[in-house]
Each structure stands twice: as structure tokens, then as C-alpha cells.
């Protein structure tokens, strides 16, 4: 029975995984990465909005704003190379059903320090459906173009840098001052740091290493690609702060993504741990201890796209069309006390010190920096 | 790697290919006015996501609770786990708005490209006239009403007699059920008026070619007494005589007319008072004159009671609607099924 040694276990091999394993590679510790996928990015890392944020999504909570916006620097010059910033990111704030209206949305970018330029609404939107509309500093990422730099990176650390995939984790124990993590196939690595970056799959992870889960709540998302028509194709629509949707670019892929608060949720689960009516259709391949992957499920939900799209058009000019390509669904989990002011703080919790048990949770991509402080202190 | 990648996530769903060739391609929506409907939101709600799903592919329903206070939300809620591809969304208000308001708040949230507006949930039509009105609106209509082609009740048939008669525009209008609206339609009249005081008289002066369609009206399944149930509510009928009023001053020009009645009344009242003063003045029996002083005090007062009271009432309603209440406000949005 295989039983490895490494300085760091990291679970999951989605950004903040992959981020985590290079961060202490360039340290000089060795790491091992274990994914249940046979890649890496497969869930919500690649199925998001892709957005960059700067802020402009928070108007109801200035700290997560501030945050995004610290950091949004920071992921451009790091990640550049992946970020797309050839487009107007036009943000509106809708007359009807808005929770911030267009000179709440004004006071609150001069609060957070993000620059925002006023433009008129009737040129983008139908009458009066927005009262406000804003051009913004806001860009969007190409996950596939960020993936290909990790491997590159993590590449060049082939002797520290371990990962598995199609590693399905059966248990975790505590073994003096490690942790060993072993699969249902008998494979096994200990350490004394243990990071869990498993996002949707987080519960599941702290359940058997025995702490106390994440209150959240889960949401099947849809995430739709279109093809842009000519007048959309350099600008991205958002509009606030409600029941909407927004439009733009998907990283540097050409596709356009549509998403709509209402629509993209497909079904919400509210307990600790996920449960779904469409798992008993899985034969017990996604449970509630086991989370597979929407986007490759059969099971997957029909399509919102006819909602979307209807959502879409009743508020932009008819000369912005679209066209249906793909729908992508991940699962999201929702941390539950951020329900009344929308933020998406970034979480990471420490389970006991040496050895070191410690889980983050983000919606967010460019708060990865956060990892920093306890990657180091490990 | 990356090919795996690619493969897995970029797979096709075609909505083309669905067995929904006979259906209705428009986006639909439906906003249902619920005010203490418990007994029979339940029953009117299947009945048209039935006719919805039936007939169209993609429709939505769009519940306006206006602060029900017997647990209609509840019934709304039971009745939507049952809904197939139609997806229904409950918007609860804060407080009682009324039908115009709430209604209007329903039709603001709702996406489709067609918008039923339900005033009430007694079924008092065959489900077929609901698609008989969507038809009729094809052809070229932007506003169609359901109209029950029975006798109105006296105190409707008053109202409309008296708004037909004090306006300069030729309403037409009757007692109705529901209606569907154009995207047009909405677009038009949410630019005319921020607020939107009572939605029938707007659409009827929108300039969008509008049509009326009869029904013979039937007896609402599981109902004893024909439409009994509409607007029993206490809160509702004094909302809907209050609402008559405001109409007729904002829409017709009755306060208008009044007051120029009273004045034009007082005015030669008081040339006739005049010539009398004098000419009793002249042949000099002036103690007898305070008679006809009383009777031009009683008269000229009464007119002016009148004119303030009309003015009053202007004043009220520009209140209402330039500072009260500019919007709805609404307590949630509840996403029932898609």
C-alpha cells in the first residue's frame, strides 16, 4: 500500500488548488494535488461567469467591493495574458425591481474607489427599463488560457509537484501531527498541512475528516455560451441589482456568456449537505456524499436559455442579438449569511494547528491572494 | 488533456429538435391578481398553466400576492410543485396595493413577448377563450380584452355610462376578465405615465389598435353561486369604489364640469341678486331684502363648497400620484419552479 509523504495535501484542482500547489512549490515544498476529475478545471473554475471583479457587482456590500477591487489589480498583472479587456463592460441598473437605484449605484462606486462613467441608457436599453447606466473597468478571464499556464508553471516542479487525478478520497484521519489521506484504492498520502479547495465539494471533504461543515446552501447553475451578433460583440451587459441578467464576453473564447439571476439557479438546496432530486437518477454515481459533475451528468437539467434570452431582449436594443451555442451547469455553493447584502466574502477556516486542517471557500476568482497568509503560516 | 477537456463540456442540447411543433413559439407570460383567493387560486392557477403548457413551449406565470392574509401564497405554493415546463414565480407585496398597482407590479418582472393580466381568479370562461384572446391578438391587436357578455352590474354600467360621458375620448369600455397585452402595448404605456392609476383607461387611449372579445361566461367549476367570489373582500370593494372615483376625476373632466356647473349657476345668481338688491334698493323696502341676502349667501356658499371640494380632490390625487407611493414596493420574489 502506496503511502506518500509531502509538506502540503491540496484537494481539489481548480484555481484555488492549482494556485495553492505553485504558491508553495515556488517555496520549495512539495505538494500533492488530489482531484476527483481526470482534470483539472472542470467545475466552476471554467463554468462562471469568468468575471474579473472589480467590485461593481457588490453595490450592497462595500467590503466584498473593496476586496474585489484590491485584488482585481493585482490578477492583471498576474494573470494578463488570460484576461480579456477588449470590450465595454456597460453595468445598468434597472428602473423596476432594482434593490440600488442609478445614483445609489454612482455613490457607491466613489465609495469603493472604482471608476465608473455615466452614459446614457436609452443608447443600449429599451425605454425606461434602466434608469442608470455606467461604463466600467471590469474584464473577463479565459479559464483554458489560465489552466495552460498553471501546468506550464507547475511543470517546471516536477519532483515536488504531485498530481492525481481520478482520485476519489474515501478517508481522513488524524495520525500524530499528520493527516493521511487515503482513496477507496487503497492509496494513501499524509502531511502535515492539509488544504481543502474542493468548493461545491467542501462539506463532503470536512464531513470525513470530522469538522464542523460550511453553512451553505447549493445551487445547480446554468451558464449558457451564445454567439455574439455584431453589435454585441465588444460590449458586456449587467444589469442590477435583482432579478436580471448579464451578457459578456467569456474569456477569450469568442462565445458570449448569458446568465440571469433567475434563470441560471436551477434547483437550490438549502441543507449542510446536497441533495437533489436528479442524484436517484444517477445510480449512485452523485449523492449527497459525492458530488459528480453537473456538466457532464445525463441528468442534467433542461435548458433556461428561452427564459434567459426573453429576459435578455426585453431589456437590450434589438440590434444586440444572439444566438444559442451550449449550456454549461456546475454546482455552486452559497454561503448562507450572505443572503440580505449579496456579498461573496471569501472564507478560509483553520481545523487545529500542526497539523494544520484548513478549508477556503470563494465565488470569487482574483480573492486566490487570500490563500497567501495561510499557505505561508503552514 | 485538453481535447477530454473540450469534449465534455462543449456538448450540444438542440432546442429544435423537441416535439413541440404545434405549439405557440412566443414567450408568454401570465400575471394573476391574488387578494385572499385561497378557495380558488388553487383551481383557476392549473387551469391556465394547463392551457399554457399545452399551447405554448415557453411560458411563465407570474402570481402577484397582494398581501393575502388566508394563506393564498400557501395555495400558490402547492399547486406550483405540480408545473411542468412553465415556470412560476410569486411576488408578495408589502402591504395592499390594490389591483392597478400590484398588477402593474407584476407586469414590470414579467419577460414574455405576450402578457396575460388576470384582474381576478374566478374562471367564469372556457380555458379556450384564454387562447382565443392570444389569437385575436395576432392579428394585429395590441390590447384584447375578455369581456363576459352578460348585464353589468348597475353600479359598473353607472360608472362607464358616466366615463364615456364626461370624456372627450371614446373609451368603450366594459366590465373585464382578463386581457393580453402587446410587449408594445407595455412599452407604450409605461413611457406615457410614471404612474399608473387605473391600466384600462390607459390601454384603451394608447393608440395601439385594441379589440374586445365576448364571452358567454359559465359557472367557475366547484363555485355554487357564478361569480360571487369576485371581490367579496372587504379591503377590495372599498379599493374599487375609491378607485372609480379617482378615475372618473383624472380620466374625465365630471370635476371639471361640476365646478364650472356651479359657478356659471352662481354667477347668474348673482346678476339676478344684484338686479333684485337694486331694484329693492330703489323702491325702497330695504329691511325685506335680508331674505333674498340669506338665500344668495345659502347658494353661493354651497357652490363654493363644491369648487373646493373639487379642488380638494385634484389636490389629493396629485399628491397621491406625484409624491405617495411613486412605485409599488414589493416584499419578495419567490421563484417557484424555473
Known amino acids: 500500500m502506496e503511502r506518500k509523504r509531502a509538506d502540503k495535501i491540496i484537494i481539489g484542482a481548480g484555481l484555488y488548488g492549482l494556485y495553492a500547489a505553485l504558491f508553495c512549490c515556488r517555496r520549495g515544498e512539495s505538494v500533492v494535488v488530489l482531484e476527483c476529475e481526470d482534470a483539472p478545471f472542470t467545475r466552476a473554475t471554467y463554468i462562471n461567469q469568468a468575471r474579473v471583479h472589480n467590485g461593481y457587482h457588490y453595490p450592497r456590500s462595500l467590503s466584498t467591493a473593496m476586496k474585489s477591487a484590491g485584488y482585481f489589480r493585482r490578477f492583471n498583472e498576474d494573470y494578463g495574458f488570460c484576461v480579456n479587456r477588449a470590450f465595454d463592460q456597460i453595468y445598468a441598473t434597472s428602473s423596476r425591481y432594482s434593490w440600488t437605484d442609478r445614483a445609489q449605484f454612482k455613490a457607491f462606486c466613489r465609495a469603493a474607489g472604482i471608476p465608473c462613467e455615466e452614459l446614457v441608457p436609452g443608447a443600449y436599453f429599451k425605454d425606461g427599463l434602466c434608469d442608470g447606466a455606467f461604463r466600467t473597468t471590469e474584464y473577463t478571464y479565459d479559464a483554458k488560457m489560465l489552466l495552460a499556464f498553471f501546468m506550464e508553471e507547475l511543470g517546471h516542479f516536477k519532483n515536488s509537484c504531485d498530481i492525481r487525478y481520478g482520485f476519489r478520497i474515501s478517508d481522513i484521519r488524524k495520525d500524530g501531527r499528520r493527516y493521511v489521506v487515503s482513496s477507496g484504492d487503497g492509496q494513501s498520502f499524509e502531511a502535515g498541512f492539509v488544504l481543502n479547495a474542493a468548493y461545491a465539494g467542501t462539506n463532503q471533504i470536512l464531513a470525513m475528516a470530522g469538522f464542523e461543515p460550511f453553512k451553505i446552501k447549493y445551487e445547480l447553475c446554468e451558464i449558457i455560451l451564445c454567439d455574439a451578433g455584431e453589435a454585441l460583440r465588444d460590449v458586456g451587459f449587467t444589469v442590477m441589482d435583482g432579478p436580471f441578467f448579464s451578457i459578456m464576453p467569456f474569456g477569450k473564447t469568442g462565445f458570449h456568456s448569458l446568465t440571469a439571476v433567475a434563470f441560471t439557479p436551477h434547483t437550490a438546496c438549502k441543507g449542510p449537505v446536497p441533495v437533489f432530486p436528479c442524484q436517484e437518477k444517477t445510480g449512485g454515481r452523485c449523492s449527497e456524499t459525492f458530488l459528480a459533475n453537473c456538466n457532464a451528468c445525463p441528468e442534467r437539467p433542461e435548458s433556461a436559455y428561452p427564459y434567459m434570452s426573453s429576459l435578455a431582449h426585453k431589456y437590450l436594443l434589438d440590434k444586440y442579438n444572439f444566438s444559442y451555442r451550449q449550456s454549461l451547469y456546475s454546482m455552486k455553493p452559497i454561503l448562507l449569511s450572505s443572503e440580505i447584502d449579496d456579498s461573496r466574502p471569501t472564507v478560509i477556516r483553520l481545523f487545529g494547528k500542526d497539523p494544520t486542517f484548513a478549508a477556503v471557500l470563494s465565488g470569487k476568482i482574483n480573492t486566490v491572494y487570500d490563500l497567501d497568509e495561510v499557505l505561508s503560516d503552514g | ?338
Not at chain 2, 39 to 66: M, P, Q, T
Open chain 2, 1 to 338: 488533456m485538453a481535447e477530454n477537456f473540450d469534449k465534455k463540456s462543449f456538448d450540444e442540447k438542440n432546442f429544435d429538435k423537441e416535439k413541440n411543433f404545434d405549439k405557440e413559439k412566443n414567450f408568454v407570460s401570465a400575471v394573476i391578481y391574488v387578494h385572499n383567493a385561497k378557495e380558488r387560486i388553487g383551481a383557476f392557477l392549473s387551469r391556465v398553466r394547463e392551457v399554457l403548457e399545452k399551447n405554448f413551449e415557453h411560458a411563465e406565470i407570474i402570481c402577484v400576492n397582494d398581501a393575502s392574509d388566508d394563506g393564498s401564497a400557501d395555495a400558490i405554493r402547492a399547486c406550483s410543485r405540480c408545473a411542468g415546463n412553465v415556470g412560476i414565480t410569486l411576488v408578495t407585496m408589502s402591504f395592499f396595493h390594490g389591483l392597478e398597482l400590484a398588477m402593474t407590479a407584476g407586469v414590470d418582472l414579467a419577460i414574455g413577448d405576450f402578457v396575460f393580466e388576470f384582474d381576478h381568479a374566478v374562471m367564469d370562461y372556457s380555458p379556450d377563450t384564454i387562447m382565443a384572446v392570444y389569437r385575436r391578438a395576432l392579428e394585429g391587436y395590441d390590447v384584447v380584452s375578455a369581456s363576459p357578455d352578460k348585464k353589468e352590474k348597475l353600479s359598473s354600467r353607472i360608472f362607464y355610462r358616466v366615463f364615456d360621458r364626461f370624456s372627450d375620448y371614446s373609451y368603450g369600455m366594459a366590465t373585464e376578465s382578463f386581457r393580453i397585452l402587446s410587449r408594445r402595448a407595455i412599452n407604450r404605456v409605461s413611457s406615457m405615465n410614471e404612474t399608473i392609476l387605473y391600466r384600462k383607461a390607459l390601454y384603451a387611449h394608447c393608440g395601439l389598435p385594441i379589440d374586445t372579445q365576448k364571452y358567454e361566461p359559465v359557472r367557475p367549476e366547484g363555485e355554487a353561486g357564478g361569480s360571487s367570489g369576485r371581490a367579496s373582500d372587504k379591503r377590495e370593494r372599498a379599493y374599487r369604489s375609491g378607485l372609480a372615483v379617482d378615475s372618473l376625476i383624472v380620466f374625465t373632466k365630471i370635476g371639471y364640469r361640476f365646478s364650472m356647473m356651479m359657478t356659471v349657476g352662481m354667477m347668474l345668481i348673482s346678476i339676478f341678486v344684484l338686479g333684485y338688491t337694486v331694484i329693492t334698493y330703489l323702491t325702497a323696502h330695504p329691511v325685506e331684502g335680508w331674505t333674498t341676502t340669506v338665500l344668495f349667501l345659502a347658494v353661493s356658499f354651497f357652490g363654493l363648497f363644491g369648487i373646493l371640494t373639487v379642488i380638494v380632490k385634484y389636490l389629493q390625487l396629485l399628491i397621491d400620484m406625484v409624491f405617495k407611493r411613486k412605485h409599488y414596493s414589493f416584499e419578495n420574489i419567490e421563484k417557484l419552479t424555473k
